[in-house]
Nanobody
Framework: QVQLVESGGGLVQAGGSLRLSCAASGRPFSSYTMGWFRQAPGKERDFVAAISWGNGLNTAYSDSVKGRFTISRDNARATVYLQMNSLKSEDTAVYYC????????????????WGQGTQVTVSS
């Protein structure tokens, strides 16, 4: 069992940056692959990025954020980050942190644990 708490969301102008954090508690953090998903009003929860368990050598990104967003992890702090640069209005959504055992996955149903989400709003 692992508990996840996101933070760092807010309102930012287009072209700006935000860094989301997700603090985990419970079972050893390093044993989990971590993912970020987002959900805009009236839309499905979409994959954003994922980072493999352990030292996080393997990462994956959706095409829509590749080159703008960076996922990273700090196992000593039991925290995963999502650095978001060059934000666009279409990045506006609630961002969710997730955890699973095994390799990175890009579908929400593959993840076992979820945070409550943090709102990111990008104004144009």
């Amino acid at each position: 069992q692992v508990q996840l708490v996101e933070s760092g969301g807010g309102l930012v102008q287009a072209g700006g940056s935000l860094r989301l954090s997700c603090a985990a508690s419970g079972r050893p953090f390093s044993s989990y692959t971590m993912g970020w998903f987002r959900q805009a009003p009236g839309k499905e929860r979409d994959f954003v990025a994922a980072i493999s368990w352990g030292n996080g050598l393997n990462t994956a990104y959706s095409d829509s954020v590749k080159g703008r967003f960076t996922i990273s992890r700090d196992n000593a702090r039991a925290t995963v980050y999502l650095q978001m640069n060059s934000l666009k209005s279409e990045d506006t959504a609630v961002y969710y942190c997730s955890a699973r055992t095994g390799s990175p996955a890009i579908v929400a149903f593959a993840y076992d644990y979820w945070g409550q989400g943090t709102q990111v709003t990008v104004s144009s």
